[in-house]
């Protein structure tokens, strides 16, 4: 092979993306709208193996073959470089950050549907406990104090938060950073206590108590917030899905919103009819929105650019008189009802539908929920005309109570 000089590398860069051979088992890959790297090739136990060495052009065409030759030789001697490399990142595992970050890497990312759960968990309420000690000084008064400070006002979080903190910790000792595992002893009874099937949904008594206070409290539950719950009892979709909903997956001039599949717990997208009600409150949101991408854009400082994913929680209870971390309450202004959360507003609108004639199957669909059975199998029919009818219904019973009329 003819010696690769650094003008030829400089038009494979602009070229198409591919692994360009320079030779001795090294190449550069070009990548669509990325950053070119350089990789090694080489065998080690009989396996062929691929390593990285650096970005283009942050290591030169020189530096990458000398690179490259000073890990051939160690492969010669018997090293292995990508273990070296492991070895070399797990030493600098040393704070629960750093353990974190490679359990998510490693193990959660691969394994799990849904990652970004039981990374928001850590990041919400792990990580300002613990986040900055030392795997070794970590004992279980911190693993205490986390689920207690959980448990009061969220007891289902402080049950997935104790899971994820025995399998972080599992993960320590699994690459032998730690001796024990500090959250080992705990059970659900320390945290949220054992889970009972839930079945809390609102009568519509209940519904129009909720609202008007609500409304009589706008300085707490504020209009934002206030729509929202109006579009879970209406609309059926979890929390998630209204939270992080952008305006391009609405076509308000055709009355739909087209909830895609990356966003869809199920995995499954599917396209919501909306009522002429629903219709009014979304353009009123538009106004609120004040151009951003998103119906419910965050109104504080925040990471994220939408609506928290406990913002509701802490809202509706707060009405029930119960704020996590404070010493002093607040009044409880629902007086004798029973607390509810948003995601029994979901399950409201599935008992109104049923109230209101519509037929499970449809029902389920308005869920997205798939359909059980025979019918989920050979039943492909989306039911837009039904799940619109649905909704309308729905709808058409609440909007005197949501609009204060």
Partial sequence: ??????????????????????????????????????????????????????????????????????????????????????????????????????????????????????????????????????????NARDIRKIIQAISDDRPTIANDALMYLKQLFRHGIKLDLIAHNPASAFTVSDAGGVEKSKDRYLTLDEITKAFKIFKQHQAKFNRDNYLACALLVTLGVRKSELCCAKWKEFELDKALWHLPEGRSKTGAPITIPLPKQVLVWLNELTIRACGSDYVFPARRASKKPHMGDDTLNRAISSMFGREAGRKIQPPNLMGDMKPFSPHDLRRTFRSLAASQGVPGHVAERCLNHKLKGVEGIYDRHDYLEERKEAHTLVTNLLEPVINGK
């Fill in 1 to 138: 092979m003819a010696t690769i000089t650094a003008k030829q590398i400089q038009a494979f860069v602009k070229g198409e993306p591919k692994r360009h051979p320079i030779g001795s088992g090294l190449y550069l890959v070009v990548r669509n709208s990325a950053t070119p790297y350089w990789m090694l090739r080489y065998s080690s136990n009989g396996k062929r193996k691929e390593i990285t060495l650096g970005q283009y052009p942050d290591l030169s065409l020189a530096d990458a073959k000398a690179d490259a030759a000073i890990k051939k030789r160690e492969v010669n001697l018997g090293y292995d470089p990508l273990i070296a490399r492991k070895r070399i990142k797990e030493q600098s595992i040393k704070l629960v950050d750093d353990l974190f970050a490679d359990w998510f890497d490693n193990d959660i990312a691969k394994r799990l549907k849904h990652p970004n759960i039981p990374k928001r968990v850590y990041t919400n309420d792990v990580k300002p406990f613990i986040g900055d000690i030392p795997l070794d000084q970590v």
